[in-house]
């Protein structure tokens, strides 16, 4: 999806308004929400059905949610990069985090910024069962042994 | 009869053989000397090898541990950033876990956060008295540049915390749940003022 460069700065020039004032930006237009999202090939059975941020002691604070449509447990990988106003990198890569999210459940994701320069992020997320990705951030090669 | 002419055939051999093996432990095209099956993977991959305590363990509970305490009373309403100190985390678990790479994860994230200052904790605190008589006792130093003794500055809070694990297995399932706490307690007064828990459940089937 492409956005309009002119558009794209009015929306972030809205965001760090709201932001200097302090006020809960909630929740992210459906458009700029993709823009927020990297999915490492569609999901197929989760969906991010709701993104809110706001700005809290100084900290950006995110909430996702997930929603499984299907009926049976879905795995999911996931982890934010930090970035400041100018598209700079202001964090170590995260580690993945796994989530177990069970049939039809709404999962929210919270978290907060590491540190205060961090003023935007990129939600990034893979499903070992998406319909077009095999590659996947487990590092499992074996079966578990005990 | 010329007899050198053996032994130069010898040596240009050798040279040639020398620089066909040399190619074959190099790959011109990519950077990289490999023989075997060895490759670098994500270091921040979830790792789901065994069931035992693993490197994703480690960073969700420093990551999350770090977090919640930036957000903690203490170092938000604080006039001045707050000098803490590490103490120990008990491992009460059955197994092995060394809990000072998981403080150290804790404490290089709060200090890269820039909300939180660190005291040198007692592991340190043998370099740190032997720099000082160093600087002071040898009579090798400057008096202008000797950094004097009884300057260190006490730490106001101390982060202490335990780490337990209950592990059920039947002939097919080993479950396995970790319980990491954490909390800040004031030096001065003992009161503990914050606290959190980060739970982790491993389940694997034969």
């Not at chain 1, 709201?18 to 999915?39: C, I, R, T, W």
């Not at chain 2, 040399?22 to 790792?47: H, I, L, R, W």
């Not at chain 2, 789901?48 to 990551?63: H, K, M, P, R």
């Given at each position: 999806m492409k956005i309009p460069v002119q558009s794209f700065f009015r929306l972030f020039g809205a965001v760090g308004l ?10 992210v237009h459906a458009d700029s929400m993709a823009s927020k ?110 | ?206």
């Amino acid at each position: 999806m492409k956005i309009p460069v002119q558009s794209f700065f009015r929306l972030f020039g809205a965001v760090g308004l709201l932001f200097a004032l302090g006020l809960p930006v909630a929740p992210v237009h459906a458009d700029s929400m993709a823009s927020k999202l990297e999915q490492l090939g569609e999901m197929t059975n989760l969906k991010v059905t709701d993104l809110r941020v706001a700005n809290r002691n100084g900290l950006l604070n995110i909430q996702a949610e997930i929603t499984n449509i299907s009926s049976s447990s879905e795995r999911l990988f996931y982890r934010f990069k930090w970035l400041d106003s100018t598209g700079f990198s202001v964090w170590d890569e995260e580690p993945w985090k796994p989530v177990v999210i069970y049939g039809q459940q709404k999962h929210l994701i919270t978290v907060v910024a590491p540190t205060p320069q961090a003023t935007d992020f990129r939600l990034v997320l893979q499903s070992p069962n998406n319909n077009n990705s095999n590659s996947s951030p487990s590092s499992q090669t074996w079966p578990d042994r005990y | 009869m010329n007899m050198q002419f053996p032994s130069k055939l010898l040596l240009s051999l050798t040279a040639a053989l020398a620089l066909s093996l040399g190619g074959c432990a190099t790959n011109s095209s990519s950077p990289e000397v490999s023989s075997g099956p060895v490759k670098y993977g994500d270091a921040k991959a979830v790792e789901t090898v065994t069931n035992e305590f693993g490197s994703t363990d480690l960073q969700t509970i420093a990551e999350t541990m770090a977090r919640s305490l930036l957000q903690s009373r203490p170092v938000v309403q604080a006039r001045k950033t707050p000098l803490v100190t590490i103490a120990e985390v008990k491992n009460k678990t059955s197994e092995y876990i060394d809990t000072r790479a998981i403080t150290d994860t804790i404490r290089t994230q709060l200090l890269k956060s820039g909300a939180v200052r660190f005291a040198v904790d007692t592991h340190a605190m043998q370099n740190q008295t032997d720099e000082l008589i160093r600087q002071n006792q040898t009579g090798l130093y400057k008096k202008s540049t000797a950094k004097k003794i009884g300057q260190m500055e006490g730490a106001d809070f101390r982060v202490e915390g335990n780490i337990t694990s209950i592990v059920k297995r039947t002939s097919d399932i080993k479950d396995v749940y970790y319980k990491f706490s954490l909390m800040l307690v004031n030096n001065e007064s003992g009161v503990i003022e914050w606290a959190d828990e980060k739970e982790i459940r491993k389940t694997s089937t034969r």
